[in-house]
């Protein structure tokens, strides 16, 4: 079975969907201005891995909905997290992006909060034309909690105080809500009873978790060449994320002090990251995150039980494992 073997084997039995995937987010592209379509392919054809649009048709398939305008539908929930993106550039003066600069450096931060908008409002287009409202209040309901998370970060920049629980609710909202509607709106098209629709939801929402928290361990350990963003840029931007909090809580006064006069510095540098990243390491912040993220893990593959065996379903277990072992 697929989630016995390396996670990362899951994306040649998805090659085809991917292709498909793409090819709808490239039709549906459509705007009477070209400069909106140029700003858009930046950030869409840049190598993201479309995990967003995966879940969706995978749950959607799960749910036995095997028609072929859901690949249409799913390509809104790479719009949606691509405008999360180019909001989040600007707002984080971002440097790098997917391996190279960030649209705004290309394109001004004008033009790409605009085109994040544009991006937002062709998502909810294309869903309306499901004539679908359980769709539609899956989606609003979604894009509500994001904006949350996006000004919970924004409250909680350079906030040392933030506690476990408060950081928790700040990654349930910027990142799981929108994998938990990807797996709703599928499980929605296939019309499944409530148990198992809300299972997918599950599935999705800890997924979700379960990706950031490997993101913020990544920012830290990761080779800038496999990640696509910069290293240590959550430290440089002033994020406050689980392995830092972890590491506050556990070390002594003088350690603690010491992530503290380095994280409040206002230009960190190389060495500072280094001990910032070895003090953390020292108290065990990137195991305890990583810890957090397999229990987030386990709780989506054991939502999935409510489903028979099929090669969806394993399909689907090892996407769960590759979100866990992951470099970039």
């Keep these: 079975m697929l989630h016995a ?32 379509s140029n700003v858009s392919r930046y950030i869409l054809f840049s190598g993201g891995k479309c995990i967003r649009p995966l879940l969706m048709i995978l749950s959607a398939r799960m749910c036995d909905c095997h028609g072929d305008h859901k690949f249409d539908l799913s390509a809104i ?42 991006l937002y409002s062709k998502s909810l287009f ?58 709703e709106v599928g499980a929605i098209l296939g019309n499944v009873p409530a148990e198992k629709e809300e299972a997918m939801r599950s599935y999705g929402e800890n997924l979700g978790i379960a990706f950031q928290l490997t993101d913020d361990v990544l920012d830290y350990t990761a080779d800038i060449k496999e990640f696509g963003k910069k290293v240590g840029n959550d430290l440089c931007e002033g994020k406050v994320t689980l392995p830092l909090i972890s590491a506050l809580d556990k070390s002594t006064k003088a350690d603690h002090d010491k992530l503290k006069e380095m994280f409040m510095q206002e230009h960190i540098s190389q060495d500072d990251f280094i001990t910032t990243r070895g003090l953390i390491e020292r108290y065990g912040g990137f195991g305890y995150t990583y810890a957090r993220a397999q229990k987030s ?17 394993d399909i689907l277990l090892g996407l769960a494992d590759y979100i866990i072992t992951r470099r970039k």
């Design 297 to 313: 893990i386990e709780r989506a593959k054991d939502s999935l039980s409510v489903f028979p065996p099929s090669p969806t379903k």
């Design 5 to 36: 073997v390396n996670g990362n084997h899951f994306l040649s039995l998805v090659k085809d969907d991917l292709q498909r995937i793409e090819a709808a987010i490239a039709h549906n592209l459509s705007s009477h201005v070209p400069f909106i």
């Design 126 to 183: 294309i869903s309306a034309l499901q004539g679908n409202i359980r769709i539609m209040e899956a989606l609003l309901k979604a894009t509500t909690l994001m904006a949350e998370g996006e000004v919970l970060q924004l409250l909680n920049a350079e906030n040392l105080e933030i506690t476990e629980d408060e950081y928790m609710q700040v990654i349930h909202r910027k990142t799981a809500v929108l994998m938990a509607a990807a797996c």
């Design 77 to 118: 929930f790479e719009y949606l997290h691509a405008a999360t993106l180019l909001h989040d550039d600007v707002v984080d003066n971002a440097e790098i992006r997917r391996g190279k600069a960030p649209a705004k450096d290309v394109y001004g931060n004008q033009a790409v909060i605009l085109v994040g908008d544009f």
